[in-house]
């Protein structure tokens, strides 16, 4: 048979877990995950601007340095 103070513990041990299960099925997130149409909007048109702009080029290869020396040679 169980002793009243190991019951007691177990009780508390349950609740606690039944707690911290409970506790991730809500749904938490901050308050500003709230969609704005107005931010979107000038989201959307700033996007399209930079769409047609010919501020985009091709990256530039730079240039590759040349070893100075070459591989030293080991005699046999």
Known sequence: MMEPAMKHCLKIALALAALCGA???????PPTVVTSPGYDRRLQESRSQLGTSPATTAPVDAPVAKPKHGKKKHKS
């Open 23 to 29: 506790s991730t099925l809500a749904d938490a997130r």
